[in-house]
Nanobody, 124 residues
């Protein structure tokens, strides 16, 4: 069992930056692939970024490529999402998720564990 707690969300102006953190419990964090997803009001949850257990393999949604960076520190059981050049359309609740079996997958259904989410609001 893995518990995930996101932090770092908030209100930022367009063009600004935020760094989200996701702290995980459990001894097996370093073996899990990790992902970030987001859900805007009235929309389905969508893939944002993912990395494999080492962090060396990453994938990004086209909408965030070049602006967002996923990374992890296995010694701290934490995964990060650095978000730069934020746009109003990035406004959403951001969730981190853990996949015990795969590597940097974009599929929402592959992730077994989810955090509660953190709100990111980008004003224009």
């Amino acid at each position: 069992q893995v518990q995930l707690v996101e932090s770092g969300g908030g209100l930022v102006q367009a063009g600004g930056s935020l760094r989200l953190s996701c702290a995980a419990s459990g001894r097996t964090f370093s073996t899990y692939a990790m992902g970030w997803f987001r859900q805007a009001p009235g929309k389905e949850r969508e893939f944002v970024a993912a990395c494999n257990w080492s962090g060396r393999s990453t994938r990004y949604a086209d909408s965030v490529k070049g602006r967002f960076t996923i990374s992890r520190d296995n010694a701290k059981n934490t995964v990060y999402l650095q978000m730069n050049s934020l746009k109003p359309e990035d406004t959403a609740v951001y969730y981190c998720a853990a996949d015990p079996w795969g590597g940097a997958t974009v599929s929402l259904g592959a992730y077994d564990y989810w955090g509660q989410g953190t709100q990111v609001t980008v004003s224009s």
